[in-house]
């Protein structure tokens, strides 16, 4: 069973930036496809980027291009999603997400981490 936790969120106003990271364990890391998804109060859960288990193609979601970085360490089991230029429209809980499936075209969620709260606001 694959177990995933995310860390690196808080409060960060308007501009700042964050590094969200997500540690794995109990599968074969190197195998899966890697996401970040977010869900806003009110709002139903939506993804944010991909990573293939390639590491070759990212996908995001058109308002954070340009923004967010995500990438994969498949040494230390993490993927990490890198936020700059924030906005307080981006305040979320942040999940990460894996999949069994290397490519992400039609990412399928297959385990999911607790999530971490991201609060934009000055």
């Known amino acids: 069973q694959v177990q995933l936790v995310e860390s690196g969120g808080g409060l960060v106003q308007p501009g700042g930036s964050l590094r969200l990271s997500c540690a794995a364990s109990?599968?074969?890391?190197?195998?899966?496809?890697l996401a970040w998804f977010r869900q806003a109060p009110g709002k139903e859960r939506e993804f944010v980027a991909a990573?293939?288990?390639?590491?070759?193609?990212?996908s995001y979601v058109d308002f954070v291009k340009g923004r967010f970085t995500i990438y994969r360490d498949n040494m230390k089991n993490a993927v990490y999603l890198q936020m700059n230029s924030l906005k307080p429209e981006d305040t979320a809980v942040y999940y990460c997400?894996?999949?069994?499936?290397?490519?992400?075209?039609?990412?399928?969620?297959?385990?999911w981490g607790q999530g971490t709260q991201v609060t934009v606001s000055s």
């Open positions: 990573v293939p288990c390639t590491n070759i193609g990212t």
């Open positions: 109990g599968g074969t890391f190197s195998n899966y496809g």
């Open positions: 997400a894996a999949s069994r499936r290397c490519l992400i075209d039609g990412f399928r969620t297959d385990y």
